[in-house]
């Protein structure tokens, strides 16, 4: 079974700063999916990013980044130049690759409060 | 684009009653799946369906059932309802063939047992 930690319950930052979300995952699969989901008051589950095992080089999406570190089984956010509508819920997330049958498991959160 | 819908987006119950939620696939995705998230907790993995078969189940309680219809529409049914089912239920949907799968969740559907 796949486990995913998230160790900062909570985290703030100034606006226009850069934050990093920490994520170590556990698993004995080769070939897998790591994520970032974003969950504002709204509860809406928000995509963030996306990074394949087999990729070595780290995805990103605008102000969003990982450091994925494959042997560490870690997997890190980078959110630069923080903005107000950032604050939300972030959950790192596992899925293996097995076609019909990619079931996500979630970290237990990291809240993130970006200040004005 | 279309996105995955949920229906109804909110539900009272009262204990021992029996709740229907349900979920529309985006078009031509072929897998559904079910998460439960309680208040302040991770969402956590209930059951999916494949081509209208169920491709793996986690912590679903007996009570709950659920199946996925030819349509590729996919229902949870939860009977004999608790206080702790009280959550934000959601669903997803993918398909399989292509670069990009599209995993997606719907906006969810807040169950709350009186």
């Known amino acids: 079974a796949q486990t995913v930690t998230q160790s900062q319950p909570e985290m703030s930052v100034q606006e226009a700063e850069t934050v990093t979300l920490s994520c170590t995952y556990d698993t004995s699969e080769s070939n897998y999916y790591l994520f970032w989901y974003k969950q504002p008051p709204s509860r809406q589950m928000i995509l963030v990013i996306r990074?394949?095992?087999?990729?070595?080089q780290n995805a990103t999406e605008n102000r969003f980044s990982v450091n994925f570190q494959k042997a560490a089984k870690s997997f890190s956010l980078k959110i630069s130049d923080s903005q107000l509508g950032d604050t939300a819920m972030y959950f790192c997330?596992?899925?293996?690759?097995?076609?019909?049958?990619?079931?996500?498991?979630f970290g237990t959160g990291t809240r993130l409060t970006i200040i004005p | 684009a279309a996105g995955v819908i949920q229906s109804p987006r909110h539900l009272i119950k009262e204990k021992r009653e029996t709740a229907t939620l349900k979920c529309y696939p985006i078009?031509?995705?072929?897998?559904v799946y079910w998460y439960q998230q309680g208040p302040g907790q991770d969402p956590q993995f209930l059951i999916s369906f494949y081509e209208k078969m169920q491709s793996d189940k986690g912590s679903i309680p007996d009570r709950f059932s659920a199946q996925q219809f030819s349509d590729y529409h996919s229902e949870l049914n939860m009977s004999s309802l608790e206080l702790g089912d009280s959550a934000l239920y959601f669903c997803?949907?993918?398909?399989?063939?292509?670069?990009?799968?599209?995993?997606?969740f719907g906006s969810g559907t807040r169950l709350t047992v009186v």
């Open positions: 997330a596992f899925m293996k690759h097995d076609f019909g049958n990619e079931k996500l498991t």
């Open positions: 990074q394949e095992a087999y990729k070595q």
């Open positions: 997803a949907s993918s398909r399989t063939q292509g670069a990009d799968y599209g995993y997606t």
């Open positions: 078009p031509r995705h072929d897998t």
